[in-house]
């Protein structure tokens, strides 16, 4: 066997030993998920009423009242964001992310109700246009 050959395989052993254990570094370091703690989804509710009262859109909500809106909330942040599903009416149950400012205390809403909602806008879009599988 010659010395170039054997050569090549200690490369491609050693390529291959080192790709392994980079791989199986990155997997055991990754980053843990987020969690959404309570304060945090407070300040997005407070967020939500803030922008049903800014936009004068608490006449829908007459039967109900703004206080009494009920939101699911993703547990994990995903892409810095908080992702919420609750009906904004009258646009009807939208899916939208929510940034936190933790230093000021607030959240801020992705979207705008005076543009509304539309299905390109991917932090802010009712669900109808989602998967079933997006939205549970």
Same mark, same amino acid.
């Given at each position: ?52 009262y800014t936009h004068n859109l608490e006449k829908?909500?007459? @039967? ?47 979207? @705008? ?8 806008n991917g932090s802010a879009m009712p669900t109808?246009?989602?998967d079933d599988d997006a939205v549970r």
């Amino acid at each position: 066997m010659s010395r170039r050959a054997v050569d090549s395989r200690w490369v491609v052993s050693f390529l291959l030993v080192a790709f392994a254990s980079r791989y199986a570094l990155s997997e055991s370091t990754a980053a843990p998920r987020k969690i959404v703690t309570q304060p945090q989804i407070q300040l997005v509710l407070t967020a939500i009423e803030d922008e049903i009262y800014t936009h004068n859109l608490e006449k829908a909500y007459v @039967d109900l009242g703004p206080d009494k809106i009920s939101i699911c909330v993703k547990p994990h942040f995903e892409n810095g964001m908080i992702w919420v599903i609750y009906k904004l009416l009258p646009f009807g149950e939208l899916m939208r992310g929510a940034v936190i400012n933790e230093g000021r205390g607030v959240a801020i809403l992705s979207g @705008d109700p005076d543009v509304g909602f539309p299905p390109t806008n991917g932090s802010a879009m009712p669900t109808l246009y989602l998967d079933d599988d997006a939205v549970r």
